[in-house]
């Protein structure tokens, strides 16, 4: 059955792949991105440009776009990544983290919940590193502390929205070959995304609310 699927930060990694996934598989995709690319362009599919999630115009230009459309999946994966340690703390990295990280994907799912069809669906794209129980190594403040607030809020969501019949998932891709990491993970994100479209397909009201690494694995707060 043909979908309509919306993906933030749809312009290169783990985002394109996904879009790449969907549209190969007949679905309508509208990709979101603050700026588009040759690639995600090649895919022919809907092209949000100028969506920069963490900037009120960024929300206007998305809610205007996506104005009357009913979306089956919505996809929050737009997020950014910096480094801090407790000896080179930068409290602007980290505020900046949680604009982009935790707040802007909770404003995306609050400003399309109109959209959302009957039996719709919500991806959390977050990091095991937002897990407390799971860190083993520290620093990372920013990344850390965003993520843990993300899985946090898409908890909420998925209680929140439960009477609407809408699943949420809150989903860890893996050490995933991108930009983010300068390339140095140990999947490619064609393999991640194909994961995580396997994921939400299977998604029930059932598991909403499950943080869950790409190959299916529980993963604990």
Known sequence: MKKTIVITGANRGIGLAMATE??????TVYGLCRNS?????????????????????????????LSGIG?????????I???ESLSDLNVETIREQFEVNAIAPLVVVE????NLNPDGKVAMITSRMGSIADNGSG?????????????????????DLYSEDIAVGIYHPGYVQTDMVNHGG???????????????DKLTLAETGVFKHSNGETLPW
């Open 37 to 65: 690319s040759s690639e995600l362009d090649a895919l022919n599919i809907h092209v949000v440009p100028n969506v920069d999630v963490a900037k009120p115009e960024g929300i206007k230009n998305m809610k205007k776009a």
């Open 22 to 27: 969907y549209q190969a598989k007949g679905h």
């Open 71 to 79: 979306i089956d999946i919505l996809v929050c994966n737009a997020g």
């Open 186 to 200: 140990d999947i490619p994100a064609s393999e991640a995304a194909s994961r995580i479209v396997g994921l939400i």
């Open 111 to 114: 400003t399309l919940q109109c």
């Open 81 to 83: 990544l910096r480094d």
């Open 139 to 159: 620093g990372r403040y920013g990344y850390r502390m965003s993520k843990a607030a993300l899985n946090a809020a898409a908890m909420s969501l998925s209680k």
